[in-house]
């Protein structure tokens, strides 16, 4: 088994911890905002998970290890016991802790993802990430301009390109694109189990969302007793980034409840 990695944040705020866990090819940066907004009433860690961002890049990518990560980072800053904030992949990350030491986690909130697998989803942007050329890449415009044909959302495409970094004269990756396409089936599914969080748990989802449904919620509750769920009208599966205002309205009042 790989050995935790010690994980990039940025802090910000006083006040009970919260995590700020991003999704798949992403990274704290993009949680800015509400980041700084959510400071005004918490001491805010918004984390680079391994394999993205700032943090290190390692072979194994499964949500145990990230879990682990997570446990490691939470020793290194002595807090006992933290909020947790994650969306897509990095909401899969959250509810492992909370499954995992469910005593390390104050109140969890989910953003778009429910505890299942996910066919293929990711398919068409690993192929299209891996298909880029770097080594003929004259500037960021080319690059977009080569990924619209498999990408052709324009938003999608700027979230991507946050990866790509200009490196000795040229393009690098700033995630470690090798790692997550080898274990892209396992950030797909989630791991099988009987452990339950039964702490304060909200689910938030784009209302036009395909990744979190009604249908999905009684599979939420088998292993998250406690879940409430809300969803943003007018959103899809980037709801923090869609509909800010909305979304923020939906979590804040969680996160900074005591009781």
């Known amino acids: 088994m790989d050995q935790t990695v010690s994980l990039a944040f940025r802090e910000e705020g006083s006040g009970p911890p919260l995590l700020i866990l991003h999704g798949l090819f992403g990274s704290a940066s993009n949680w800015a905002r509400h980041a700084r907004a959510l400071a005004a009433d918490l001491r805010v860690f918004s984390v680079d998970l391994r394999n993205h961002g700032r943090s290190p890049h390692v072979a194994r990518m499964d949500y145990p290890a990230m879990a682990a990560d997570l446990g490691a980072l939470l020793d290194r800053l002595e807090l006992p016991a933290v909020r947790l904030l994650g969306h897509s992949m990095g909401g899969k990350a959250a509810m492992m802790l909370a499954l995992a030491h469910p005593e390390r986690v104050a109140r969890l909130l989910v953003v778009d993802i429910a505890p299942r697998r996910y066919r293929g989803q990711q398919a068409r942007v690993m192929a299209a990430l891996q298909a880029l050329d770097l080594d003929t890449l004259g500037s960021r ?14 938003g999608l495409r700027a979230f991507l390109l946050t990866n790509l970094v200009q490196q000795a004269g040229g393009y690098a990756w700033r995630i470690n694109l090798p790692a997550i396409s080898a274990a892209i089936a396992d950030l797909e599914d989630f791991p099988a189990g009987s452990e339950r969080y039964p702490g304060p748990t909200r689910f938030v989802a784009g209302a036009e969302s395909e990744y979190l449904r009604p249908a999905d919620e009684g599979a939420v509750r088998a292993r998250f007793p406690a879940a409430e769920f809300a969803y943003v009208a007018d959103a899809g599966h980037w709801v923090h980034a869609e509909q800010p205002a909305a ?13």
């Open 141 to 154: 415009g080319e690059a977009d301009a080569r990924l619209a044909e498999s990408v052709p959302e324009p």
């Open 247 to 259: 979304f923020f309205a939906a979590v804040q009042p969680f996160l900074v409840a005591t009781a």
